[in-house]
């Protein structure tokens, strides 16, 4: 997914390359910037996602042993569900982005 949006940026950067050379050089450093830290947002969204199903599996097994409380477990699948969905609303956001940018005249 974020190669994608990094080949979008990228083609953008190249079109204003080629419109006018004293462009490049400020746009080049925050088109990677911004590279940066969208990936940096997303691969944090990512991996607090799946600690909140790791953490929701760790209560199921411990409810299935009669060490958890049956509440704390749903609260935690519940968490762990909308993080999830969360994750592929933005993900379905982001590729709809990349489409639209790719699909644009140059």
């Known amino acids: 997914m974020v190669n994608g949006i990094t080949n979008a940026l990228n083609a953008y950067n190249q079109a204003l390359m080629r419109i006018g050379g004293q462009v490049q050089s400020p746009v080049a ?12 947002m997303v691969r944090s969204a990512v991996e607090d996602t799946v600690n909140l199903h790791k953490e929701s599996e760790n209560l199921t097994i411990k409810n299935i042993q009669g060490k958890a409380d049956i509440q704390d477990v749903v609260l935690a699948v519940s968490n762990a569900e909308a993080a999830l969905e969360t994750v592929v609303a933005v993900r379905d956001t982001a590729i709809k982005a ?9």
């Open 29 to 40: 450093d925050e088109v990677k910037n911004v590279q940066e830290q969208f990936g940096d």
């Open 98 to 106: 990349y489409n639209t940018i790719m699909s644009m005249n140059i």
